[in-house]
């Protein structure tokens, strides 16, 4: 059963431990980098890209459960809205959180995302009934995006430097479009009545590998963070995920043939 029209999306892998992996691996991308290029070297800043991509991975198997209810061009800005809850939750939980930082914006992130959920339902009557958890949702996963890809970004998510390195400088605007790009893109990409959740998750772990070598090309002009291992993992991730992807897309369709390149001008007359 594909998610293309209006109500539940099939699952072949449940929610439940699709959250497990976005939570888990998130924190422990976060947390591991963080220590680690301390411990050992900057170079291990791009365990917090892979942390990045277990949220955005999250964060498009959330979209794919509530736009299967009919949101249409709202996709894209349920992905938006997921970095702009993320944005707040982040900043907040890093600025007063210190070492807890990334578990409390988490816990931030859970509110704000639980209030558009109940605001969404109750006020505005859309009257999508995985609203709630749905938002919560998104805006954890965002918020795991925003944390991890600016680690990797800094080798650090203290805040004085994320707020020097990464928002003063503008590259949270790169993390805003990349991150929001690899959570919203997805299921758009895979709309339809063919749609599978393996083929949108996997497009969504080949989004996530972009967003790792975006990060990686920005760390290579910071101290704290090495770009070169960061933006070679994202390429072998990319390759491994976009062949993947090719490969359900063959699966999925009817049929897949090459129309080579659009006529010229002259030979349309």
């Given at each position: 059963m594909s998610a293309g029209g209006s109500g539940a999306a099939a699952e072949a892998i449940p929610?439940?431990?699709?959250?497990?992996?976005?939570?888990?691996?998130?924190l422990i991308g976060i947390y591991a980098a963080y220590f680690l290029v301390d411990i050992v070297g900057s170079y291990m800043s791009f365990i917090g890209a892979l942390g990045a991509i277990c949220g955005m991975v999250w964060g498009a198997a959330s979209v794919r459960r509530v736009a299967s209810y009919g949101l249409g061009t709202g996709v894209p800005s349920i992905g938006m809205l997921a970095l702009g809850m993320g944005v707040l939750a982040a900043?907040?939980?890093?600025?007063?959180?210190?070492?807890?930082?990334?578990?409390?914006?988490?816990?931030?992130?859970?509110?704000?995302?639980?209030?558009?959920?109940?605001?969404?339902?109750?006020?505005?009557?859309?009257?999508?009934?995985?609203?709630?958890?749905?938002?919560?949702?998104?805006?954890?996963?965002?918020?795991?995006?925003?944390?991890?890809l600016a680690?990797?970004?800094?080798?650090?998510?203290?805040?004085?430097?994320?707020?020097?390195?990464?928002?003063?400088?503008?590259?949270?605007?790169?993390?805003?479009?990349?991150g929001g790009l690899a959570i919203l893109h997805p299921f758009n990409a895979c709309l339809g009545p063919d749609e599978t959740q393996d083929r949108t998750l996997i497009c969504g772990l080949e989004k996530g590998a972009i967003a790792?070598?975006?990060?990686?090309?920005?760390?290579?002009?910071?101290?704290?963070?090495?770009?070169?291992?960061?933006?070679?993992?994202?390429?072998?991730?990319?390759?491994?995920?976009?062949?993947?992807?090719?490969?359900?897309?063959?699966?999925?369709?009817?049929?897949?043939?090459?129309?080579?390149?659009?006529?010229?001008?002259?030979?349309?007359?």
């Open positions: 929610q439940n431990k699709i959250i497990a992996f976005g939570v888990a691996g998130g900043t907040f939980g890093l600025a007063v959180g210190g070492v807890a930082g990334p578990v409390i914006a988490l816990i931030a992130a859970a509110i704000i995302g639980l209030m558009v959920g109940v605001l969404a339902n109750k006020v505005l009557k859309m009257g999508i009934p995985i609203m709630e958890i749905s938002m919560t949702e998104i805006a954890t996963a965002g918020t795991i995006t925003i944390i991890g680690i990797a970004m800094t080798g650090t998510f203290d805040f004085p430097v994320i707020l020097s390195q990464v928002i003063s400088t503008g590259y949270i605007a790169v993390i805003f479009i990349a790792m070598i975006v990060a990686g090309i920005v760390a290579s002009i910071n101290e704290g963070a090495s770009g070169a291992l960061t933006i070679l993992i994202g390429l072998a991730i990319w390759y491994v995920a976009f062949a993947g992807y090719y490969d359900r897309v063959k699966r999925d369709a009817y049929i897949v043939v090459g129309t080579g390149l659009l006529p010229s001008k002259e030979e349309l007359e």
